[in-house]
């Protein structure tokens, strides 16, 4: 028979750094419980995850990014260059014409999906290169990537606002109905996808094996075997891919693209990252921890939008001012030895 200690030895020992980011979201939820009415209605629930669908898809790829102890500053304008790429092929007359207003063949749809999905990759793909090649910082090449991927979508776009697919509208504004007052948005759903998806990379795979090792002991890892810089490229394409799939979520949530959009997704999402208790410096956190960083990222975000006493302009201070409370006392609690 398996004694008490054997089946103690194999439970998760919770750590003061695992819980404080649940505390962290428990707190927050219970303090707008009570300062606004509004806050435990289903259409909150509802709003929380309409917006923190986009957030929680371009975290999930920079959590891979951060393990493997590098940045990527370009996710926000990867993102930017996805949409407004996609937007100018729809309105190409093979698609649905200038203004959208034609109907596009399902083909033709799914060319200006793919297409910038495949660009935006395949940018990831030479940051992680030059990353390797160059032997620099990787936020000095994606800080450069960032500025090519703005460059890019202002020469596309010359400024102009471009139509979408409908099926991202669909994506980005609809859901299942669960009952008269609650939907799960469809944005929801995929942002549930790439983070399981992202889950069992990391946890059950060599790959999400490999990115911890890197992260953690960069020349252990190569002692041992691990081609680190492929490993670095790998995830740098990731954070690309799901940049550019959180551009198109975005650019259907908003109904048209435009060079205005995903302005601070760059912060947000790296705040969501390190909100849930995954380390700046690699090796420590996971998927399941971002999930935590973005729904205490959005329950703060909508909270502080529906209490009424709080102005405009106090809105960004009170939200930095928590965030910065947040991440420092995460990071405090971090620091303590298993």
Not at 20 to 42: I, N, Q, Y
Not at 208 to 223: C, E, F, K, S
Not at 265 to 273: N, R
Request: proline share 4%; hydrophobic share 55%; charged share 10%.
């Amino acid at each position: 028979m398996t004694s008490n200690s054997e089946i103690r030895s194999r439970l998760p020992v919770w750590q003061s750094r695992d819980i404080a980011p649940l505390a962290s979201l428990g707190l927050l939820v219970l303090f707008f419980s009570f300062a606004t009415s509004s806050f435990t209605k289903p259409a909150t629930l509802m709003q929380i995850l309409s917006q923190g669908s986009v957030l929680a898809v371009v975290a999930a790829g920079l959590t891979f990014v951060l393990l493997c102890a590098e940045i990527d500053l370009a996710v926000g304008m990867l993102a930017l260059w996805t949409a407004c790429f996609c937007g100018w092929l729809f309105e190409c007359p093979f698609a649905a014409g200038p203004g959208g207003e034609n109907v596009a063949p399902i083909w033709a749809i799914a060319v200006t999906l793919a297409v910038p999905l495949a660009s935006v990759c395949a940018l990831g793909m030479l940051s992680g290169l030059l990353t390797v090649w160059s032997a620099l910082p990787s936020f000095i090449i994606t800080l450069a990537m960032m500025n090519i991927a703005d460059g890019m979508s202002r020469y596309l776009t010359k400024s102009v606002k471009f139509e979408v697919p409908k099926l991202l509208e669909t994506i980005g504004n609809h859901g299942i109905e669960l009952t008269d007052r609650l939907m799960l948005p469809y944005s929801a759903i995929v942002a549930a996808v790439i983070m399981l998806l992202g889950h069992l990379v990391l946890a059950h795979t060599r790959f999400g094996r490999y990115v911890y090792m890197t992260g953690g002991n960069r020349q252990a890892a190569r002692l041992a075997g691990v081609r680190c810089h492929a490993v670095v490229v790998g995830c740098l394409t990731i954070s690309a891919a799901t940049a550019g799939v959180g551009g198109l979520m975005n650019a259907g949530r908003l109904n048209s693209v435009s060079l205005d959009q995903n302005a601070d997704l760059l912060l947000s999402a790296v705040a969501c990252v390190v909100l849930g208790g995954t380390s700046l410096f690699g090796g420590v956190g996971g998927m399941g921890k971002t999930l935590i960083g973005v729904l205490t990222f959005s329950v703060l975000k909508v909270g502080l939008n529906q209490i009424d006493w709080i102005d405009d302009y106090a809105r960004p201070l009170l939200m930095g001012a928590v965030l910065m409370v947040a991440l420092v006392f995460n990071g405090l609690l971090g620091k303590e030895k298993p």
